[in-house]
């Protein structure tokens, strides 16, 4: 597990963590939908709050917003899934995921404020080949399934003051795909990966764990 940062600060104005942001580092494609869904259904079913790059308006470069939300945050989840070659030519590997994993590194280690991330995973082992940095460090594999990320949240977020049932997030899941399409349609959004889009979820998803989880 990641440690508390011991010497430098980052540059810049003094920041705190908030204590129940979790930073997600996900690949953000209709492929991934459900496990999208997964994460903030699972997140916020723990009184945590899902924040993701997608949320924050332009006029920032990419890489500042990344590390911007990192710092702001308790907790940040790294989905390392994706390791395969991009169908589309060129045929590339997406490095977008394991480089912000660096970034949350290197974060909790030099900032005063404390920062726990962790690594998910679709399949076993896959990392020591892909990601052989991380050996030693616990992987949640969660198989590519909704069950599979929702109860590798369980093990994550084990400590979390609210302890969600697997069968409580599921139903929280559930009702946000449900809703998904109106959402997107009242956003005038192109895809579930829009700032609105993700902000409504997030909503959506809190007011059905305070009602779900006691």
Same mark, same amino acid.
Request: hydrophobic share 40%.
């Given at each position: 597990?990641?440690?508390?940062?011991?010497?430098?600060?980052?540059? #810049?104005?003094?920041?705190?963590?908030?204590?129940?942001?979790?930073?997600?580092?996900?690949?953000?494609?209709?492929?991934?939908?459900?496990?999208? %869904?997964?994460? !903030?259904?699972?997140?916020?079913?723990?009184?945590?709050?899902?924040?993701?790059? !997608?949320?924050? *308006? #332009?006029?920032?470069?990419?890489?500042?917003?990344? %590390?911007?939300?990192?710092?702001?945050?308790?907790?940040?989840?790294?989905?390392?899934?994706?390791?395969?070659?991009?169908?589309?030519? *060129?045929?590339?590997?997406?490095?977008?995921?394991?480089?912000?994993? #660096?970034?949350?590194?290197?974060?909790?280690?030099?900032?005063?404020?404390?920062?726990?991330?962790?690594?998910?995973?679709?399949?076993?082992?896959?990392?020591?080949?892909?990601?052989?940095?991380?050996?030693?460090?616990?992987?949640? !594999?969660?198989?590519?399934?909704?069950?599979?990320?929702?109860?590798?949240?369980?093990?994550?977020?084990?400590?979390?003051?609210?302890?969600?049932?697997?069968?409580?997030?599921?139903?929280?899941?559930?009702? %946000?795909?449900?809703?998904?399409?109106?959402?997107?349609?009242?956003?005038?959004?192109?895809?579930?990966?829009?700032?609105?889009?993700?902000?409504? %979820?997030?909503?959506?998803?809190?007011? #059905?764990?305070?009602?779900?989880?006691?």
């Amino acid at each position: 597990m990641p440690k508390k940062g011991r010497s430098a600060k980052l540059s #810049g104005p003094a920041r705190i963590a908030s204590q129940s942001s979790v930073f997600l580092n996900i690949p953000y494609d209709q492929r991934f939908e459900r496990l999208y %869904l997964a994460y !903030i259904a699972g997140i916020s079913a723990f009184g945590l709050l899902p924040r993701a790059v !997608i949320e924050i *308006p #332009g006029g920032q470069r990419r890489l500042d917003r990344i %590390l911007e939300l990192i710092r702001l945050c308790r907790y940040s989840i790294h989905d390392l899934s994706r390791v395969e070659l991009d169908r589309r030519f *060129p045929c590339t590997p997406r490095f977008n995921m394991p480089f912000e994993l #660096g970034l949350a590194v290197a974060s909790s280690e030099i900032s005063d404020s404390p920062h726990e991330w962790f690594v998910y995973e679709a399949q076993d082992y896959r990392i020591l080949k892909s990601l052989s940095d991380v050996n030693g460090t616990d992987v949640y !594999i969660h198989g590519g399934r909704v069950e599979g990320v929702l109860g590798q949240l369980c093990s994550s977020f084990v400590r979390a003051d609210r302890q969600p049932t697997v069968p409580q997030m599921q139903r929280i899941y559930r009702m %946000l795909k449900r809703e998904l399409p109106k959402l997107i349609l009242e956003a005038g959004a192109a895809s579930p990966f829009d700032a609105r889009v993700f902000r409504d %979820l997030c909503v959506l998803a809190s007011a #059905g764990a305070d009602i779900l989880v006691r």
